[in-house]
């Protein structure tokens, strides 16, 4: 029996995070839980970062230059898709190649899973899985396993996941646009594939507009 249709609600929110790291150019902040979605239903990063975006540009106007966010994957292991959607968000590719072609942006999408080397471990599928299931939203050049020090620290202390990151895994390419809408839907990939490949820790996605 299907479950039904994840959903998602704000528990926390603000501008500067009280436990935030030094030095960040952090605009806002969200924290959430999501419900079990259902077996044909993507985790619902997408709606949750228009949401964001609306709360965020009642401070004034905003050129995002980043969006992280930390993917429950843990809770999708073990979660048995039906054939018609393997990853779910696949299902709604076909809304992005309406764009102009002219707004495609390079980016840089790091993942990692803190102190958990999981992700590192399944570098090669992991990017593999992302390039066929995300084509053309994403189009994957460019694969690289980093340290650390190429990973965008999250805005808060190390209490809230499995950090600090000991490495992880960054992707190249283009996005078809700089939106929440893409990025989200690529999130939701990314948590799906990862999940699959039997990745069991949380992971901190971090799109860059490069």
């Not at 401070?59 to 990853?87: C, E, F, K, M, N």
């Not at 390039?131 to 809230?160: H, I, K, T």
């Amino acid at each position: 029996m299907a479950r039904a249709p994840g959903l998602w609600s704000t528990n926390d929110a603000g501008w500067g995070h009280p436990l935030g790291a030094v030095d960040t150019d952090l605009i806002s902040w969200f924290q959430v839980e999501a419900t079990a979605v259902a077996d044909d239903r993507p985790l619902p990063v997408q709606p949750f970062l228009h949401c964001a975006e609306s709360a965020t540009a009642r401070a004034g106007v905003v050129d995002l230059a980043a969006i992280q966010v930390l993917l429950p994957v843990q809770g999708l292991v073990g979660v048995a898709h039906p054939p018609y959607a393997p990853v779910p968000a696949a299902r709604t590719t076909e809304w992005f190649p309406a764009c102009d072609p002219r707004t495609a942006t390079p980016v840089e999408v790091t993942v990692t899973g803190g102190r958990d080397r999981a992700v590192t471990g399944s570098a090669r599928a992991l990017a593999d899985d992302v390039a066929r299931v995300a084509r053309p939203v994403f189009d994957c050049r460019g694969l690289d396993v980093v340290g650390p020090e190429a990973l965008r620290p999250p805005p808060f202390d190390d209490r809230f996941w499995n950090g600090p990151a000991s490495d992880g895994v960054r992707m190249r390419g283009h996005l078809s646009e700089w939106t929440t809408d893409a990025i989200g839907w690529l999130s939701e990939v990314i948590a799906d594939v990862s999940a699959r490949l039997g990745i069991r820790a949380p992971a901190l996605v971090t799109v860059t507009r490069a």
